[in-house]
């Protein structure tokens, strides 16, 4: 039986009532409007006069105190809503108030919405872009999702801009081979590619196309990346995701990849120097959504997966700004399928905004460059052999090392954290500049009888079997279940509130309940903005912005970064950034001399 006709638009029988009433044994209530498809509630709404104080949180209160008195009405519920014309909130049923959100475009076309009222309003925006009768069905068909998150299971329901996005991508792959996707950092692009691969699964033919059940393959450049998305599609019970673990299994799956949705790293597209990739499929049924498609797709190894995959549709996605001067990555995927800016995910309440302190300047390091060349130079080499390399190269390690310069470092954390963020109920990450500054940082952490902290590091088989460093070795089932208690809120028992890491978690990982990173390791460009977005997600209502406190001088990197983006493209995440850099670059000559004093005492000049 078909309870609703998802094919057959008309086949479905819309009901809106007015005031309509709900009684069980000990309560009648009333909601405004209730929108019913064939006979079932799906949609309810609460409308309130704008010229009252509060009107939408009103209207949240009321309709959560209806579910409160009469939950079994709200079962089949889909969609909550708000209205008082000059604003309007849209939820899923059981979300808190705090996940009550605009719909700010019109979908699909502002100029329909135009012919019918010419100066729509924000309640006349949502209404026509959630109730049309073909957004409303697939709104409830493909754009919710059950997500099982630390034991808890979520509803969760597209924002906006998740849902544009995705079908932009879907008219996108009828006419041209693919595009770019630039969502800002904690805005929800893993759930963007969730809503949009289960979408072709349900449908199995993309109109208009020859795609028909196609292969989804979704390619990352970073392990941890991979284990993040794939993670969300399988917390929200996506059929069969398969994660690659080897680059024999990925030869296999592509040899016949209809109906799979495959998740591996860019890496497994890699051959013995000076062989060529084999084509391993001709099929023009593959679509790739390409996680941070600015980073290693220029390459061998991007050459490596189109020399494999030759007839696939390619879809990037980026969290951060192209540069102004780099055409790569249009060139490489198509032009932009869909933007969705800093500033408008802030004023969404979607994201935080950043600020930025630097503090202790005098163990500032300016001489950086080499390490950013560095990690630039060789960003498709394993952390292994990168940490193989380190070992050859600069005298700018030796001082970022020194035990007096972390100790120093440390104290001041220390007293930061216990006096501005664990009282607010907030955690934080130490970005250190390689592994054995980590296990520094934490020895000395100890010693000051720091909150618990954690190491999370790689492993590298050149270790000696005595190093500290092993001591430090974590399987991935223990990274997985401390990243997880990390994640929690803090109660006061023995909480886990610092993770140290090196090149581990700066992208793809998501816990709101960081609020600060100490930043001691000098990143830029891309790089640093991926790192700093790693605080700007959303938590508690005490959270009103992440906080990046500078421990390495990277004012200078900051401005870089505003400087290679337009201006539009970063207004709002680093815009609040901008007075403290400016305060931070006021003496340079003091950091400089602490630094010369820094390699006279390295090698002995000084004591």
């Excluded at 064939?38 to 949180?57: L, Q, R, V």
């Excluded at 790293?265 to 023009?284: D, R």
């Amino acid at each position: 039986m078909k309870i609703i006709d998802f094919e057959n638009i008309e086949n479905n029988d819309f009901t809106v009532i007015n005031q309509f009433s709900i009684k069980n044994k000990e309560f009648t209530i009333i909601p405004d409007i209730v929108i019913f498809i064939n006979g079932i509630p799906i949609a309810t709404i609460e409308c309130k006069s704008p010229n009252i104080n509060y009107p939408t949180d009103q209207a949240i209160n009321q309709l959560i105190g209806y579910k409160q008195k009469n939950e079994q009405f709200f079962y089949p519920n889909q969609l909550l809503i708000t209205l008082a014309r000059y604003q309007a909130k849209f939820s899923t049923t059981y979300s808190p108030a705090k996940f009550f959100f605009d719909w700010k475009i019109p979908y699909p076309d502002i100029e329909e919405l135009k012919q019918i009222i010419q100066k729509p309003t924000k309640q006349d925006i949502l209404l026509y872009s959630i109730f049309r009768k073909e957004n409303l069905l697939d709104l409830i068909q493909n754009y919710i999702v059950f997500e099982e998150t630390d034991n808890k299971l979520l509803k969760k329901l597209s924002r906006y801009n998740q849902y544009i996005a995705s079908n932009k991508i879907l008219q996108r792959i009828k006419t041209e081979q693919g595009g770019v996707i630039w969502h800002t950092q904690g805005s929800g692009k893993s759930l963007t590619m969730t809503f949009t691969a289960q979408k072709i699964r349900r449908i199995q033919k993309i109109k208009d196309t020859k795609i028909e059940n196609p292969c989804i393959l979704i390619v990352t450049d970073r392990t941890d990346l991979d284990d993040q998305i794939s993670t969300t599609f399988k917390n929200c019970n996506f059929p069969n995701p398969i994660q690659i673990d080897s680059i024999k299994r990925l030869n296999e799956e592509l040899k016949n990849p209809t109906g799979k949705t495959l998740f591996t790293t860019i890496q497994k597209f890699g051959t013995e120097k000076g062989k060529i990739h084999p084509v391993l499929t001709e099929s023009e049924n593959i679509l790739v959504f390409v996680d941070e498609g600015h980073r290693t797709n220029y390459g061998e190894l991007a050459l490596n997966m189109r020399t494999a995959i030759p007839k696939s549709k390619f879809v990037a996605f980026t969290g951060t700004p192209i540069d102004k001067k780099d055409k790569s990555t249009p060139k490489v995927f198509g032009n932009y399928i869909d933007k969705y800016l800093p500033r408008q995910s802030i004023d969404d309440k979607a994201t935080v905004e950043i600020k930025y302190q630097p503090r202790l300047e005098r163990v500032h390091i300016k001489s950086s460059e080499l390490d950013v060349l560095f990690d630039e130079e060789f960003s498709d080499y394993t952390e292994e052999e990168r940490e193989d390399i380190k070992k050859k190269y600069g005298k700018y390690r030796y001082i970022a090392e020194a035990d007096d310069r972390i100790k120093d470092i440390c104290k001041d954390l220390l007293n930061h954290y216990k006096t501005t963020v664990q009282p607010e109920g907030f955690k934080a990450q130490i970005v250190t500049i390689s592994r054995d500054t980590a296990v520094k940082y934490k020895r000395f952490l100890d010693e000051l009888g720091a909150p618990r902290s954690e190491v999370m590091i790689s492993k590298n088989p050149t270790d000696k079997p005595d190093s500290e460093l092993r001591k430090h070795y974590k399987t991935k089932a223990e990274q997985r279940a401390l990243i997880k208690e990390f994640r929690k809120e803090m109660t006061g028992e023995d909480d886990l509130c610092f993770l140290i890491v090196c090149d581990m978690l700066l992208t793809g990982f998501d816990a709101p309940v960081e609020q600060v990173m100490y930043l001691d390791k000098p990143l830029r460009e891309h790089n640093l903005m991926q790192a700093v977005a790693r605080v700007n997600r959303t938590y508690k209502e005490n959270k009103t912005h992440g906080l990046i406190i500078d421990y390495c001088g990277v004012s200078k990197k900051l401005k870089e970064a505003l400087e290679i983006f337009n201006d539009g493209d970063v207004e709002g995440f680093l815009q609040p950034l901008l007075a403290d850099v400016a305060k931070a670059e006021q003496n340079p000559f003091g950091e400089i001399m602490v630094v010369c004093k820094l390699f006279w005492m390295h090698f002995g000049y000084m004591t």
